[in-house]
């Protein structure tokens, strides 16, 4: 079973940026896929990104991509979100998770083991 730690979240301005980062531990880390969600008040979870086990592949929405990048450090288990040119829709509660199965999954069913997510909020 793996346990997430979400980090980095803040007040920004928009057009800033910010690094998020997700600390797992637990020996399935470095071969899972993994992914960032995000959750706005009163709204449904929505995916942001999404890495391959092994980093070589990354996947997007179209509402962050160009702005986001994920990425992740196997040897230190830690998965990030680089967010930049942030914009005030972009302010949520954002979770990192460990994806069921490998390949593009861009659904919250088919991810495990949430984290307790961290804040964004951007100012416009």
């Known amino acids: 079973q793996v346990q997430l730690v979400e980090s980095g979240g803040g007040l920004v301005q928009a057009g800033g940026s910010l690094r998020l980062s997700c600390a797992a531990s637990g020996r399935t880390f470095s071969g899972s896929d993994m992914g960032w969600f995000r959750q706005a008040p009163g709204k449904e979870r929505e995916f942001v990104a999404a890495i391959s086990w092994n980093g070589d592949s990354t996947y997007y929405p179209a509402s962050v991509k160009g702005r986001f990048a994920i990425s992740r450090d196997n040897a230190k288990s830690v998965v990030y979100l680089q967010m930049n040119n942030l914009k005030p829709e972009d302010t949520a509660v954002y979770y990192c998770?460990?994806?069921?199965?490998?390949?593009?999954?861009?659904?919250?069913?088919?991810?495990?083991?949430w984290g307790q997510g961290t804040q964004v909020t951007v100012s416009s």
């Open positions: 998770a460990v994806s069921w199965t490998r390949g593009a999954v861009t659904y919250a069913a088919g991810y495990r083991s």
